[in-house]
């Protein structure tokens, strides 16, 4: 071998190795900051994947996101002498089709009074999973006086099963499940993901979105029509163990909660609609039934909104063709809020 050949096989093995080390200093660094690829956007707001939470918001990604991307004002943990109560729940508590200081919230922050504040934790999309998932990482830190969860059982049953974030472990209870839909689909090799975001600006290949799609991005309407069918059974059993996470944790603190069951358009004010699709009219609101039951079996303070929403069904709750509360909806859902808390003692008659 030539001289300059040997000195080109030398300067090539360097090369080799400085590329391979830069390449591994990148990987570690994408680990060490654990970066995630971003998942789409949603109605001008950047969604991104989360292995404990399925996906997150982008903080501040929209004018209206705080730095943790909830739709509020910036949290603080120090308090100012007001009661603090966070709500969690899905599109619901959300709000995006209204304007923030409609939001359910908002509304039951004015409903209760000046002594109180209360926090926006909902995310369009969350399950009841997720929801505990964001309470414990993001919620009891800032040490919240109070927690209101709202479910929405007309698909939280099937949240819970096709999101796989909690499932049952050998003695019934649930537990994390690290092989979630989202872990699985996050490449171990950060680098790839890193330069397919800057080549294409996606974070992820079509086949993974595509994969991911019908677990985060479908909510669809899931009637539970036989509570004896395995599969309806399992979702029960789910949700049965995710209020039984919320309780224990939050007994543990000392944190009084307050589950509110929101019903849906169709059971409040057209059920004709729900018959339309097979449904049999005495599984039209079995969803709502059961989580109540599952509710009281495990002890918690509970509001089902349906009766009180049916006999207001009248004045302009829902928005049509959206489905989710107007911000009248939402003023007549958090007056009934405010005062089953009170009744139900989780809140003074004033707060501080």
């Known amino acids: 071998m030539s001289r300059w050949r040997r000195l080109f096989s030398v300067n090539a093995l360097l090369a080799l190795a400085s590329t391979l080390l830069a390449v591994g200093v990148v990987e570690w660094v994408l680990h060490r900051i654990d970066f995630l690829p971003d998942y789409w956007d949603w109605h001008g707001t950047l969604v991104v994947l989360d292995r404990e939470l399925l996906y997150r918001l982008k903080g501040h990604s929209r004018a209206d996101l705080n730095a943790l991307g909830y739709r509020d004002a910036e949290f603080s943990v120090a308090k100012d002498g007001r009661t603090r109560i966070a709500m969690l729940g899905d599109s619901f508590v959300f709000g995006d089709n209204v304007e923030s200081p409609q939001t359910l919230p908002k509304a039951l922050e004015r409903a209760l009074g000046p002594g109180f504040e209360v926090w926006n934790f909902g995310i369009a999309g969350d399950g009841p999973d997720q929801s505990y998932a964001r309470m414990l990482r993001d919620v009891l830190r800032f040490s919240p006086d109070a927690i209101v969860l709202c479910l929405y059982p007309a698909n939280d049953f099937n949240d819970l099963a096709k999101n796989e974030l909690y499932v049952e472990g050998p003695d019934g209870r649930l537990v994390y499940n690290p092989d979630n839909p989202v872990a699985r689909a996050i490449p171990s090799f950060r680098t790839g993901v890193l330069l397919r975001k800057l080549l294409t600006g996606r974070g ?139 009744v139900d003692g989780v809140v003074g008659a004033a707060g501080g």
């Open 204 to 342: 992820l290949g079509p086949f993974s979105e595509q994969s991911l799609d019908a677990v985060l991005a479908h909510d669809p309407f899931d009637p539970i029509v036989d509570e004896s069918a395995p599969e309806s059974a399992r979702k029960i059993r789910l949700m049965r163990g995710v209020l039984a996470l919320f309780r224990e944790r939050l007994a543990q603190q000392g944190i009084p909660l307050e589950v509110v069951i929101l019903p849906s358009l169709e059971n409040v004010q057209d059920p004709a609609a729900l018959l339309a699709k097979g449904i049999p009219a005495d599984a039209l609101d079995r969803n709502e039934q059961v989580a109540l039951r599952l509710c009281r079996e495990e002890e918690l303070h509970c509001l089902p909104l349906l009766d009180p929403l049916r006999e207001r069904r009248g004045v302009g709750l829902y928005q049509p063709g959206d489905g989710h509360l107007t911000p009248r909806g939402n003023l007549v859902a958090a007056r009934l809020v405010a005062h089953q808390l009170r």
